[in-house]
């Protein structure tokens, strides 16, 4: 009796994951044939190849030489203004800003920086959680780098079918999860995962203020890099500005490749150092592990279709920056002709 029942249940099992597998397609259909039809062909951002597809090392010059970085990097509400630049292969790089986008690897990518900046005795400024406040090319000699990861999979755990942005920061507060050691985490006191639906976790962005990737669950990297935290024509604007900023930048790593050994010997020859993709641990992770092994997770798969769906406009920056039709079999065309000029005082901030 037991062995048709697990061979039922087995097959139930099966043909659920198929059908769900089936709806992904068909919702990734969707949301592509969607988004098309939400900018015009005058609206589309310019054509030009990603800094994820090919990371260079020119140095980005501001063409008005006149305006003073300080002036550049002032806030005109929560946009500042994109500097007009040109490109210059005579310069070296003092020094390298990071904005780090959160669950997408980046504690391991800035200790990875932070080697290389030691390595070259260069400047390294590191900047999380807030929109992307440097301009590309307010600050001279600067090499640029940022980090995407597919954004539905950034908060859900394709190996656990778990949200881990909502697991491991939303669903209870960190601060009383590492800080408060009389704070017990329970089912009662958790946050519904069905409620993180919102620009601002659980409640949409406030125009008024700076946006945070601490409480993010919809379009993340457009507010992110517009430093825009809502929208009157349905995330057009932002789009378009954040796509124009996130393709200033000189090399943006890919989360989805960090497996892949040819992938991290490019990064390393890219940058001359070794080390990329070394374990590493985060802030809270070991306790947000331990509350979520004795609470789990239980995650309706209708809401993750929700997420996706909501999430379109930023699938659809993440795949026009990091869909590269030069990683065929592996081989990736990165440059390997960095130039450093070190620092007497080395400074790392952030």
Known sequence: MARPLLLTLTI????????????????????????????????????????????????????????PPSDIQVLIGHAHPLISLSWSTSKPFTRIYFYHIRKAGG??????????????????????????KEEVGSAPGTLYVTNLRDPVERSISLCHILFSHFKYEGRWDCKQLVKNHSFVPTKANAKRFEDWKETNGFVPSDCDDSFSFTNCAVNCYVQSFSGEGCSNDEWKSEYQLAKER?????????????????YIQAIENFFGVSGFNKASDYWCGAQAHKANKKIPLVVGFEHVMKLTKLNEIDIRLYKETTLCDNWAAGNYDFCSDILFVGHENRTVIG
């Open 107 to 132: 504690t391991m990518i800035r200790k990875y920086l932070n080697a290389v900046a030691s390595h070259y005795n260069i400047d390294l400024r590191i900047q999380e959680n807030k929109y992307a």
């Open 246 to 262: 996130l393709f200033r930048y000189n090399i943006i790593f890919v989360y989805e490749k960090f497996k892949d050994t040819n």
């Open 12 to 67: 139930f099992l099966l043909a659920s994951i198929l059908i769900q597998l089936r709806l992904v397609h068909e919702l990734d259909q969707s949301i592509s044939h969607d988004a098309k039809y939400l900018f015009s062909s005058k609206e589309q951002a310019t054509l030009q190849k990603s800094p994820a597809c090919y990371p260079h090392s020119k140095v980005a010059i501001p063409k008005n030489s006149i305006v």
